[in-house]
């Protein structure tokens, strides 16, 4: 019967399927370690960023089950990329588990501090696609603005980990004016996208400032932000926030959540005022060994994030950023995944799996092999269940058949 558990699913099926339903519940975040502190306090964004847990001391406190690793790594972080957790996102944490995935993603860890030889500061090359500071101009009709180098907690994967936090030294001051001039004087830029660091750090009124302006311009058709505060720190989404953003449509925001835990009762709340105004919402997630490399997380996390009226956008390769091949997983886990999800799921869940061409090439699309064999005749496909079709080919500008040079003239009534 469609649509039911077939009488033959394997006990595997059904234990996947518990799994997948579990991930899928959506639970606060809760107050854990906070529960003394007053609501007003714990939903306030500057109040969860006054408290984030930066030092190896915090760290400790709350987390006596902190590894060798992860206290080698945490007393490093400083030379590298900063430690800092929202009290929100650090709730998310399970501390009896020295794998949790959220753990994974904030707390340092030794391997940090080594770096495979084909690993690089600036992956994607954005440095050498910067004509002005903050700015990076690496598509033909789109710039990036690297706004800031702050986050509400910081990836140990990310991207810009030479910039990001500062810890490098690497002294990022963006030039707003001179990005700005830049975009104003390349008609060929149709989108912005406004990234960092987070771009929702800044006040309302820093932000709206940058979006007027941008607005303004008249060959922008359209604004974009890249944030991952709904996810740390839900309580930034304010309503004065979307009241704001909403004057400055077309604007989509892109989010970043790697795992279906991520996306609590508190986060959905807040992807829901973004969408209740009207902001296109979409997910870029990056493949993580031991976070997401598995495709009962990955079908949990796409599908909880339709839920959340996200649509789940870019699966990224991890890029090769020095420190980072411990949580870099294979391209065939990637491809994997993939299959596990096209045709599986919605059509709208599945993300474009991606790697980032190193040093500079752009986003380059990875997709499992769905066309066996093609010629000039006839292509083989493959679906999802592995089965084989033929489709005809048409030769460029010819129709596949003649229509008849005489037909019968249907009778008008
Ligand atoms: S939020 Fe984005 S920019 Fe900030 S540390 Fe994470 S990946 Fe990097």
């Known amino acids: 019967m469609r649509g039911s558990t077939s009488a ?3 006990r595997d099926d059904s234990g996947s399927q518990a799994i997948l339903n579990k991930l899928k519940e959506f639970h606060s975040a809760g107050r854990g370690f906070w529960s003394d502190v007053p609501d007003r306090d714990w939903n306030s964004w500057h109040w969860q960023l006054r408290n984030r847990i930066t030092t190896l001391a915090q760290l400790q406190r709350l987390m006596p089950t902190l590894t060798p690793e992860e206290y080698a790594g945490t007393r490093l972080a400083n030379t590298k990329l900063a430690l800092a957790i929202t009290p929100y996102f650090f709730n998310l944490i399970d501390p009896t588990d020295e794998n949790c995935p959220i753990r994974r993603q904030v707390v340092p860890r030794i391997e940090e501090t080594t770096t495979a030889s084909w690993e690089m500061s600036d992956p994607c090359g954005e440095d050498r696609h910067s004509p002005v500071p903050g700015l990076v101009h690496r598509y033909p009709d789109r710039v990036l603005l690297l706004v800031t180098d702050r986050c509400a907690s910081y990836c140990r994967y990310c991207t810009r980990s030479r910039l990001v936090s500062n810890a490098t030294g690497y002294d990022f001051h963006p030039d707003f004016g001179r990005q700005i001039d830049y975009v104003r004087n390349h008609p060929e830029v149709r989108d ?4 960092g660091g987070d771009p929702l750090l800044f006040s309302d009124e820093k932000l709206e400032f940058l979006l007027r302006e941008l607005r303004a311009i008249r060959h922008v058709e359209f604004l974009r932000l890249g944030t991952r505060i709904p996810i740390f720190l839900p309580q930034r989404v304010t309503p004065e926030l979307v009241a704001m953003l909403k004057q400055h449509h077309p604007l989509f925001v ?3 959540s790697n795992h279906p835990r991520e996306l609590t009762t508190e986060v959905r709340e807040a992807l829901s005022r973004l969408a ?8 870029q997630s990056v493949l993580l060994r031991d976070v997401n490399d598995d495709v009962t997380v990955m079908r949990a996390l796409v599908q909880k994030l339709l839920i959340c009226r996200v649509k789940p956008y870019y699966l990224y390769q991890c890029d090769l950023i020095s420190g980072s091949a411990h949580l870099r997983t294979s391209v065939r886990k990637g491809l994997e995944i993939m299959e596990g999800l096209r045709g599986h799921t919605t ?3 599945v993300p474009q799996y991606v790697i980032d061409a190193p040093g500079g090439g752009g986003k380059v699309p990875v997709n499992p092999d769905y066309v066996v064999t093609r010629n000039a005749d006839r292509v083989l496909i493959r679906n999802f269940e592995g089965k084989i079709f033929e489709y005809p080919e048409a030769a460029d500008g010819t129709p596949l058949v003649e229509a008849p040079r005489e037909f ?6």
């Open 276 to 283: 209740d105004v009207g902001i296109p919402l979409g997910n």
């Open 254 to 256: 892109s989010v970043h």
């Open 192 to 195: 912005v996208l406004l990234s």
């Open 8 to 10: 033959g699913t394997s």
């Open 347 to 349: 059509g709208y869940a």
């Open 408 to 413: 019968e003239e249907p009778e008008l009534v």
